[in-house]
């Protein structure tokens, strides 16, 4: 079960971190995503790490800006996103796909992969 939080309306650019909490799963042992889908848009895949090494990818149109992390002892990973745009807008949806210690990079891992995912929040950035 993963929950979002923290989106809203903000003005070009502000901030806004991304909550997702996640139970009923070994949170430590999965690797999360962060996605977002804009109306009329195909679902983009915009930042992911892995569960063990701390390693991160971000998509181009989001580098220098967002910043991905998470908390195991708290069960949630966020995102922090900084210098905010009006294409950002978009509902955005956290992951999760059970990949533990196998190594393999969080950006290769396709989107269709993630076994469990929230339910989105709504982020809208105005100009």
């Known amino acids: 079960h993963l929950v979002e939080s923290g989106g809203g309306l903000v003005h070009a650019g502000g901030s806004l971190r991304l909550s997702c909490a996640a139970s009923?799963?070994?949170?430590?042992?999965?690797?999360m995503g962060w996605f977002r889908q804009a109306p009329g848009k195909e679902r983009e895949e915009v930042s992911c790490?892995?569960?063990?090494?701390?390693?991160?990818y971000y998509a181009d149109s989001v580098k220098g800006r967002f910043t991905i992390s998470r908390d195991n002892a708290k069960n949630t990973v966020y995102l922090q996103m900084n210098g905010l745009k009006p294409e950002d807008t978009a509902v955005y949806f956290c992951?999760?796909?059970?990949?533990?210690?196998?190594?393999?990079?969080?950006?290769?891992?396709?989107?269709?992969?993630?076994?469990?995912w929230g339910q989105g929040t709504q982020v809208t950035v105005s100009s």
């Open positions: 009923g799963l070994s949170f430590e042992h999965y690797y």
């Open positions: 992951a999760a796909v059970l990949l533990g210690q196998t190594g393999v990079a969080c950006y290769d891992v396709p989107g269709n992969n993630y076994e469990r």
């Open positions: 790490i892995d569960s063990n090494y701390g390693r991160t």
